[in-house]
């Protein structure tokens, strides 16, 4: 069964670059079928898309956040990641990362999340 | 501000029935089949309960059932339980320039 992992620090500075890392575990990243996301949620807060990646490479971004995020995979350790810059207190959330199958549309496996504090 | 706009909270007692509603626009719940939701106990990973407006994963219990009219689609628990408490979340795909948005969440309390 696949799993998704989040990991990275939970304490950003303000105008740093946030990293976060997803592990996929029981499965390959590889499959043709999923794209691969990152959503978060701020603290009372309903969830925001953040973009996605394809194995090939390919990213779609949310427009808001689209010139500060930075997604990537890498297929050999079969994770991919996420690069928010220039943070700010907006930017605490708990993050997810979620597989999206192609075939029915939906963010069908996601992270526990991980909660990322924007604080001097 | 969330782009889907649902209701912060609904209640109901075991047994009976709620809909969870969830308004969007034209650009999105309107214009597409792809509307999912999701069921969220806090601290769990979020788990996809309806997709492409209607239809149920694998192991999803029957008692959960999505529709959808014009804008706004539509999330029905019936003979609720104790472990449906949770809070849930729509969402719908908006087109290849906004991609994905997302309701604010409903907290569900079974009474």
């Known amino acids: 069964q696949v799993q998704l992992q989040e990991s990275g620090p939970g304490l950003v500075k303000p105008s740093e670059t946030l990293s976060l890392t997803c592990t996929v575990s029981?499965?390959?990243?590889?499959?043709?079928?999923?794209?691969w996301s990152w959503i978060r949620q701020p603290a009372g807060k309903g969830l925001e898309w953040i973009g996605r990646?394809?194995?090939?490479?390919?990213?779609n971004y949310n427009p808001s956040l689209k010139s500060r995020v930075t997604i990537s995979v890498d297929t050999s350790k079969n994770q991919f990641s996420l690069k928010l810059s220039s943070v700010t207190a907006a930017d605490t959330a708990v993050y997810y990362c979620?597989?999206?199958?192609?075939?029915?549309?939906?963010?069908?496996?996601w992270g526990q999340g991980t909660m990322v504090t924007v604080s001097s | 501000q969330s782009a889907l706009t649902q209701p912060a909270s609904v209640s109901g007692s075991p047994g009976q029935s709620i809909t969870i509603s969830c308004t969007g626009t034209?650009?999105?719940?309107?214009?597409?089949?792809?509307v999912s939701w999701y069921q969220h106990h806090p601290g769990k990973a979020p788990k996809v309960m309806i997709y492409?407006?209607?239809k149920r994963p694998s192991g999803v219990s029957n008692r959960f059932s999505g529709s959808k009219s014009g804008n706004t689609a539509s999330l029905t628990i019936s003979g609720l339980q104790a472990e449906d408490e949770a809070d849930y979340y729509c969402?719908?795909?908006?087109?290849?320039?906004?991609?994905?948005?997302f309701g604010g969440g409903t907290k569900l309390t079974v009474l």
């Open positions: 979620a597989r999206r199958d192609t075939r029915t549309d939906a963010f069908d496996i």
């Open positions: 492409e407006g209607s």
């Open positions: 990646i394809y194995t090939s490479g390919s990213t």
């Open positions: 029981g499965g390959s990243i590889s499959s043709g079928s999923y794209y």
């Open positions: 969402c719908s795909y908006a087109g290849s320039s906004t991609f994905w948005v």
């Open positions: 034209s650009s999105d719940v309107g214009s597409y089949n792809a």
